[in-house]
């Protein structure tokens, strides 16, 4: 069983940075694709940054270029997500998930997910 824990989220004023952490247990790190993803309120779940299992392919939301970078330390088993020049329209839940059979931007694609983090970004 895979378990995905998020961390890092809080309360950020517009233009500020976060840098959001997913550490992952049950199964080692470097065999899993791992994406980010945010969920506003009633709105749906939208993908924001994904990453290969080395480390060597990543692919960002347009909304992300830029501005956040995803990275992965496979040896501590964690996925990272650097979020810079935050917006207010950015506020929502972040999740972290792995895929088993690759990477990218579809969410359904991906198999085991996080509970989440909250990040709020003031105006």
């Known amino acids: 069983q895979v378990q995905l824990v998020e961390s890092g989220g809080g309360l950020v004023q517009a233009g500020g940075s976060l840098r959001l952490s997913c550490a992952v247990s049950?199964?080692?790190?470097?065999?899993?694709?791992m994406g980010w993803f945010r969920q506003a309120p009633g709105k749906e779940r939208d993908f924001v940054a994904a990453?290969?299992?080395?480390?060597?392919?990543?692919s960002y939301a347009d909304s992300a270029k830029g501005r956040f970078t995803i990275s992965r330390d496979n040896a501590k088993n964690t996925v990272y997500l650097q979020m810079n020049s935050l917006k207010p329209e950015e506020t929502a839940v972040y999740y972290c998930?792995?895929?088993?059979?690759?990477?990218?931007?579809?969410?359904?694609?991906?198999?085991?997910w996080g509970q989440g983090t909250q990040v709020t970004v003031s105006s």
């Open positions: 049950g199964r080692t790190l470097s065999t899993y694709g």
């Open positions: 998930a792995a895929d088993r059979m690759g990477w990218g931007k579809v969410r359904e694609k991906y198999d085991y």
């Open positions: 990453i290969s299992w080395g480390g060597g392919g990543t």
